[in-house]
T-cell receptor
Framework: AQSVTQLGSHVSVSEGALVLLRCNYSSSVPPYLFWYVQYPNQGLQLLLKYTSAATLVKGINGFEAEFKKSETSFHLTKPSAHMSDAAEYFCAVGVGISDKLIFGTGTRLQVFP | EPEVTQTPSHQVTQMGQEVILRCVPISNHLYFYWYRQILGQKVEFLVSFYNNEISEKSEIFDDQFSVERPDGSNFTLKIRSTKLEDSAMYFC????????????FGDGTRLSIL
């Protein structure tokens, strides 16, 4: 069965530091992978998606993710954290006939001044 | 930019009562979904809907749950007889369809069962 695993339920960085949020997937077929962000009391907003066109995917707000088949990973990075990046981040894989999303457990990012 | 809207933002209901959560998906989208997020847990798929019928449903989506698209714009989730464990944030999402198309989410309805 297809699934995603997010390592680290909480990540803390200083403003200006590199952000690295980890996601590993399990899939027997080429996966469609997504990163979503959830700000407090809001819904899920799409950051970026991987659909096999390119292994390095650029998203909104300066985030990007690299698809590495050999490592079954799709880690999310941002070179320089901003206070406004503090939120919960979810990795997800699209599966099944209706492409339902299977989410990871989420990583809460804290950014300190 | 078009968005998915959900009403109400917060619903408080007595256990055993019926509740209907409402969603207006993006107008040209073809696939509709409901997910839920119990406090402190991950987002879980409930059901997908296409061409006026259920495409897939999870084990959570038992006989107490139903979905409907009563007109050309609304997409509803009904829980017939609510239980305490139904307390969660419920998210509606829609997409154009196709594996590469992302789902767009509403801000959710927080359902509290007393």
């Amino acid at each position: 069965a297809q699934s995603v695993t997010q390592l680290g339920s909480h990540v803390s960085v200083s403003e200006g530091a590199l952000v690295l949020l980890r996601c590993n997937y399990s899939s027997s077929v080429p996966p469609y992978l997504f990163w979503y962000v959830q700000y407090p009391n809001q819904g899920l907003q799409l950051l970026l998606k991987y659909t096999s066109a390119a292994t390095l995917v650029k998203g909104i707000n300066g985030f990007e993710a690299e698809f590495k088949k050999s490592e079954t990973s799709f880690h999310l990075t941002k070179p320089s954290a901003h206070m406004s990046d503090a939120a919960e981040y979810f990795c997800a894989v699209g599966v099944g006939i209706s492409d339902k999303l299977i989410f990871g457990t989420g990583t809460r990012l804290q950014v300190f001044p | 930019e078009p968005e998915v809207t959900q009403t109400p933002s917060h619903q408080v209901t007595q256990m055993g009562q019926e509740v209907i959560l409402r969603c207006v998906p993006i107008s040209n989208h073809l696939y509709f979904y409901w997910y839920r997020q119990i406090l402190g847990q991950k987002v879980e798929f409930l059901v997908s809907f296409y061409n006026n019928e259920i495409s897939e449903k999870s084990e959570i989506f038992d006989d107490q749950f139903s979905v409907e698209r009563p007109d050309g714009s609304n997409f509803t989730l009904k829980i017939r007889s609510t239980k305490l464990e139904d307390s969660a944030m419920y998210f509606c999402a829609s997409s154009e369809g196709g594996s590469a198309q992302p789902q767009h989410f509403g801000d959710g309805t927080r359902l509290s069962i007393l």
